[in-house]
């Protein structure tokens, strides 16, 4: 559910997003003041150290978890639940798919509750796990399928939904480095090639530098924006080419540096 309040520039705008646990002695401060917005057609990546606040953030930005202070406002609709136009990809893909569906039912499911009309839907489901390389596979079901196949159908649901923000929660956490590499240069491509927005949350510093345009680097918990880290490497990326770059390297030391920062508790 949302409620206009008012034309916001930016796709995302977080405003002094505050997220307080209750709990004894005053709770768990988990997000202390959070704010940063991503314009239409960027992909940011978050990072930060663990226990950060990155997953409550998300909870918040996604409408899952009702923020203590402060609000989250998409397309100038101040988010107060789900909101129609978000995708999550989460890292647990084992628990996001419904091991009774196909690849093609996982894919529809979303679709069917939008009430997208049949042949719209046949169309967008064949067109988005053509993107991601599983159409040969479209009458398997999950558990048939590799852990990155599996997060690849995740990608494909949220993809042929047509979010106008695709949310990522550390989504390769749980692959092994060669599958990880082919699904960060396959939401490159998809970011490329599809133009969706994409706030993409990871720990893993590296990623952050290859997959985005803008890193923003948090603080521990309670969680504000340390820092915004733009990313001026080429828009075409490789996983051997960009990573032995000076400047990609340069980019790394500077967030490793922040992060360094962030855990000793250091505040901007
Ligand atoms: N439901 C909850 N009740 C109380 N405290 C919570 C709850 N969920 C998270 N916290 C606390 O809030 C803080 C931030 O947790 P969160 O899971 O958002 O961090 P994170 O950055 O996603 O961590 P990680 O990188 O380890 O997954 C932590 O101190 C955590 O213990």
Known sequence: MTTDISAAPALLDVRNLKKVYPGRGGGVEAVGDL??????GELVCIVG???????????CVAGLLDATGGHVVLQGDRVKGPPPGMAVVFQEYGRSLFPW???RQNVELPLKEKRVPKAERKRLVESALEAVGLAHVHGSHPWQLSGGMQQRVAIARAVAYEPQILIMDEPFAAVDAQTRADLEDLVRSLWRRLGVTVLFVTHDIDESVYLGRRVIVLSNAPTVVLAEVAV???????????????????????????IQQAKTGARP
């Open 49 to 59: 150290p663990s226990g950060a606040g990155k997953t409550t953030l998300l909870k």
């Open 35 to 40: 704010t940063f917005s991503v314009e239409r």
């Open 232 to 258: 001026d490497l080429p828009e075409e990326r490789d996983q051997l080419g960009t990573r032995s770059l000076p400047r990609f390297a340069e980019l790394r030391s500077e967030v490793y540096r922040l």
């Open 101 to 103: 569906m196909t690849v």
